[in-house]
C-alpha cells in the first residue's frame, strides 16, 4: 500500500492506493474515510489499484477552516485535483452516497477523468420531482437537528431507516469501533455535510460521462437515496443496476459487492 497526502485549496487530502492494475476509485459514503472500505478493496486489489482517501475534514485529511463546510460542489474539486495528481488518465470511479453525488459533480465538471462513474444510491434529492424533493430535504433537516440537540447515539438510532442501511452483513469483517476519531468524522458528516446534500443542486445537461445508476438490493424502495437511483436511471435513460446488501453494500456485504462489481466492468469492457 502507498499512502500520500495532497495540499488542495484550503486544507490536504489524504488518500491511499492499494493493488495493480487499471485505477478504480472508490468515493466513500457518510463518515467513512479510506480505511472504512478496507474489505471491498482486498477482494479488488488483484485486478484494479484502488484509490481510497479521507474526503476533506475526516480522519488524516484537513480543512483550514473546519466550521464552514463544504459543498458537494468543492469535495468533487478535491476529487478532480486527486485524480490530476495520481494519472493523467481517466479512471472507473465507484461513489457511494455521498461519493455517489460527488461523482456526479465531476462526471459534469471533468468528464475526461472518468472513464465510468458506479453511483450506487446518490444522496441527491435534486433528482427527485419538487414535492418529494422538499420532502425529503426536510427529513435530512430534521435528522440534523436531531444530532444537533440530541447527539450522536439519537441520530444513530434514525440514519438507518433514512437512508435504508440494512443490519444483514457477511461474516468476519473488519471490525469498525466508534472510535472517538469516528465519532468526529460522524459530526462532520451529520453537521456540515447533510447540509451541504439538503442546498445541493446540479444539472446533468450535456453531460458525456458514462454512468451506470446502482442500488441495493435490499435497501427499501420508499427511502430517498433508492428513488434518487431509480430517477437517475430514468433521467438518463438507463437500466438500474442492483448490488448486494442495501445501501452500505460496499461494507455490509464486500464479497458478493466485488463480485458483483467484477462482473458489471467486465461486462462493460472496461477492467
Sequence with gaps: MTSETLTVPGGNLYYELR??????????SGEGDASRSVDLVDQLQDAYTVITYD??????????????GVSVRQHADDVHRLLAHV??????ML????????????AVAHPEQLSLLIAHEPVS???????VRDRHRAELSELRALYLDE?????????????????????????????????ANFDVFLRHDFAAVIEDEL????????IMPAAG????????????????????????VRMPGGHNGNTSHPRAYAARLRELLTTADIR
Excluded: N
Design 203 to 210: 444539472d446533468l445537461t450535456g453531460c458525456r460521462t458514462r
Design 55 to 68: 474526503r476533506r475534514g475526516l480522519s488524516r485529511s484537513t480543512i483550514d477552516d473546519p466550521g464552514a
Design 87 to 92: 494519472t493523467d488518465q481517466p479512471v472507473i
Design 125 to 131: 434529492p435534486w433528482l427527485l420531482p419538487a414535492a
Design 151 to 183: 447527539g450522536l447515539p439519537a441520530a444513530l438510532k434514525e440514519v438507518p431507516r433514512v437512508l435504508g442501511i440494512t443490519s444483514d452483513a457477511e461474516p468476519d469483517l473488519t471490525p469498525q469501533p466508534m472510535t472517538p476519531q469516528r465519532q
Design 217 to 240: 438490493l435490499s435497501t427499501p424502495p420508499t427511502v430517498f437515496d433508492h428513488q434518487c437511483a431509480v430517477a437517475l436511471a430514468e433521467l438518463l435513460g438507463t437500466e438500474l
Design 19 to 28: 493493488g495493480t492494475g487499471p485505477l478504480l476509485l472508490i468515493s466513500q
Design 95 to 106: 461513489g457511494q452516497s455521498l461519493g455517489a453525488s460527488i461523482g456526479l459533480h465531476l
